[in-house]
């Protein structure tokens, strides 16, 4: 996979879940850091990381399924 296919599965969550992956994902902010930026609740902070990282694992897998890409097995 390229860095396309992330983007593009990034960009196909709702705004206020890749809002919250981006900041922890790519700014390497803690929950406290995000929910003070974002003016929300830690609770919030991390159900909206949990859902925003299950939604691009089933996207990409369903990607990586498309293009005959299998997901490794762990030993």
Do not use: F, N
């Not at 930026?37 to 399924?65: D, F």
């Amino acid at each position: 996979m390229t860095g396309e296919e992330v983007l593009g599965a990034l960009r196909a969550l709702q705004e206020k879940c890749q809002t919250i992956v981006v900041r922890s994902e790519d700014e390497d902010l803690s929950w406290r850091e995000i929910g003070e930026a974002q003016q929300i609740p830690i609770g919030t902070v991390m159900s909206r990381l949990r859902r925003g990282r299950t939604l691009l694992r089933v996207e990409l897998a369903e990607y990586a399924a498309a293009h005959g890409l299998r997901r490794t097995e762990r030993a």
